[in-house]
């Protein structure tokens, strides 16, 4: 099979959407990913799935830790921002949970520290516990065949 009908079939799987975010040197760096998904309840683990060629795979390797954010159904272009869909730079107003930069008004934000990490094809896969998190009321926003989508 070809790439392309594999990314379609993959594409069939509805997601909901996250931006992870790190801080290297001061600096604060996020990413969107959708390949996420929860591991185990004791301890409390998370799977994030990032491509090697990903500057966010550096930026992990060294900093250790890392925020999800998960969106909800207005932060559309937040998750294009994060996803490199919007090339204007912009100014990101995080809010600070538990230490670390998260995405305002997400629907949950949670902070994590690496404990494995696995080298997949071409992705890495980060095993990370979750130290704390925090949810708020709303609806999640989705990608599903390649489009941003909502519940309604």
Do not use: W
């Amino acid at each position: 099979m070809d790439d392309r009908l594999f990314r379609t079939a993959m594409g069939r799987f509805a997601t909901g959407v996250t931006v992870i975010t790190t801080k290297v040197n001061e600096v604060v760096h996020g990413m969107t990913a959708n390949a996420f998904v929860s591991v185990s309840l004791d301890p409390k683990l998370i799977l994030v799935s990032i491509r090697e060629k990903a500057h966010m795979n550096q930026l992990l390797k060294e900093s250790g830790n890392f925020a999800i954010s998960i969106l909800n159904e207005h932060q559309e272009d937040l998750s294009a921002y994060f996803a490199d869909q919007i090339k204007e730079e912009r100014e990101i107003d995080f809010d600070v949970f538990n230490g670390m930069d998260v995405i305002k008004d997400a629907l949950v934000n949670m902070t994590c520290t690496v404990q494995n990490s696995v080298i997949a094809g071409d992705h890495t896969l980060y095993i990370a516990e979750v130290s704390d998190l925090r949810i708020q009321d709303g609806d999640p926003l989705l990608f599903y065949g390649g489009k941003y989508k909502n519940i309604k």
